[in-house]
């Protein structure tokens, strides 16, 4: 059979009737999720051991089932088999052998993933939990909405009483004094920006920090944080299986930036782009209030330029958008300064959003400053911002001397971090909250919750923890920027 034409490729739902035609998707591959089981033996008595942290696994009654406000509905419960698949784009081209199409494959062998939620077994006797939760690395919108459905989670849903903070990052394992946390207490943390159990960078010694998960009988652990936090994870989660005890650890990945892969997105990314649209609306003021003006705008995005991206789109007052994954020139044909010349002769000002990480490779800087790293280990950037706005002092009073000429120059990295969620992370971190709470109680370990292609799932910490979320030049969101803010490429893209 021949291709089939493009109208007649159609879907059918209900009792919808018109052209169809069959289409078999490739295999996929289901990534093994870590388990308790997998280094312990199961039991089926009811406690199982009455140490937290050693002994074989308890097979226990969801107690969900006994909630006295809520009954469990009949596809409530998570089947074992139910998974998520890591790519929902194909090529329908592929299914013919007659075909000759030359459609490239977006995934030969796309991954599934355990489908996150709750299950009818689990392998925890809540009156036996002691779960501790911390925050490490830098703030971030929706970490205390993260932390109160933690615990508002495990106590309603499951009866979980012992349930702690842990103050200053992974270095409070081992220098702090752990804090009780009950419903009561965190009830209004959801208000507040920053976090409330503190934070701190570095400070990751795995073998105090296991030892003193052991010494406090913590046996299941809520890790929020970026790519360095879960990497950290990752190193405890294999620690604790070498060691044979019984302890989950599982990862609620944190990063404004959004660079975490394999997830939709991080949490506190939208309140991020909402919150920038004060600090470019703000630069556009200025910027068309002013003779020659600019309204330059750096936001976050170390590696990756997520928020500068949909800022931009959301924004619609951005005439340039500068990321780390495309390089850029001032100088010459084709550069920055030619393009903003050109659109200050015709509209006499114009905005431009730069993220904290693009054009790095334009500033000049010693080999020892290269080499800087903060506590988490990552490199320091030179500030992009400053170093645009005295570029564009020193070319304009060179090219046009006399003319009339104003940047200003606007960083609200730390305003943006440090607000509280919106209404949509809000929402977000409870989902993540309850579905990592799920996951531990049925006994994973080493692991991160989090929706792929709108559907959560539970991806191994090894898999977030090697994966970056990268802007893609050469896809149609990128093409939709070029689109609203009519930027060329500055001579240097890519093929």
């Known amino acids: 059979m021949g291709s089939p034409a493009a109208d007649q490729v159609t879907t059918t739902t209900g009792n919808c009737t018109g052209p169809t035609n069959s289409f078999t998707p490739p295999s996929f591959t289901i990534r093994n999720l870590p388990h308790l089981s997998d280094y312990l033996s199961p039991t089926d008595n009811h406690a199982g051991s009455s140490d937290h942290i050693s002994g074989a696994l308890p097979s226990l009654r969801n107690p969900i089932n006994s909630n006295p406000y809520y009954r469990p509905s009949s596809t409530f419960y998570i089947s074992p088999s139910d998974v998520v698949l890591s790519s929902i784009l194909f090529d329908t081209t592929i299914a013919n052998s007659n075909s000759d199409s030359t459609h490239d494959v977006r995934v030969a062998s796309p991954l599934a993933y355990l489908r996150a939620g709750p299950r009818r077994v689990i392998n925890f006797d809540p009156a036996m939990v002691r779960a501790a939760v911390v925050t490490c690395g830098g703030l971030c919108p929706g970490s205390n909405t993260v932390i109160r459905e933690l615990v508002v989670g495990l106590n309603e849903l499951y009866g979980v009483k012992d349930i702690y903070g842990i103050p200053m990052g992974y270095r409070g394992f081992y220098s702090a004094d752990p804090i009780k946390l009950d419903p009561d207490s965190v009830h209004d943390w959801h208000k507040k ?264 799932g539970y991806i191994p910490l090894e898999d977030i923890a090697t994966t970056k979320n990268v802007v893609d030049t050469k896809d149609h969101t990128w093409a939709w920027v070029r689109s609203v803010t009519n930027q060329p490429d500055f001579g240097i893209s890519e093929d």
């Open 193 to 456: 920006g920053g976090t409330m159990l503190m934070t701190t960078r570095g400070g990751f010694d795995l073998e105090k920090i296991v030892d003193a998960i052991v010494k406090h009988g913590y046996n299941q652990l809520y890790v929020i944080g970026g790519d360095g936090t879960m990497r950290g994870a990752l190193d405890i989660f294999k620690e604790l299986k070498r060691r044979k005890l019984r302890i989950s650890i599982t990862g609620v990945p944190k990063t404004v930036d959004n660079d975490i892969g394999i997830i939709d997105r991080s949490f506190g990314f939208d309140t991020a782009v909402e919150v920038a649209q004060q600090a470019i609306s703000a630069a556009h003021t200025e910027a068309e209030s002013a003779v020659n003006g600019i309204g330059l705008v750096k936001l976050m995005g170390r590696s990756t330029g997520h928020i500068a991206l949909y800022a931009t789109l959301s924004s619609r007052d951005v005439d340039c958008c500068l990321i780390p994954e495309m390089k850029f020139h001032l100088y010459g044909k084709g550069g920055l300064f030619e393009f903003i010349y050109e659109l200050l002769k015709q509209k006499r000002h114009t905005v431009i959003v730069v993220a904290e990480g693009a054009g790095q490779e334009l500033i000049a800087r010693t080999e020892s400053e290269t080499l800087e790293r903060d506590p988490s280990g990552n490199p320091l950037f030179a500030d992009i911002g400053v170093y645009l706005k005295k570029e564009f002092k020193k070319w304009w009073d060179q090219a046009h001397p006399g003319e009339l000429f104003t940047v200003k120059y606007i960083d609200p990295t730390y305003m943006i971090r440090a607000v509280p969620a919106n209404a949509s992370d809000n929402l977000y971190c409870t989902l993540l909250a309850h579905s990592a709470i799920h996951g531990v109680m049925a006994g994973y370990t080493g692991f991160v919750s989090g929706p792929i292609n709108r559907n959560y």
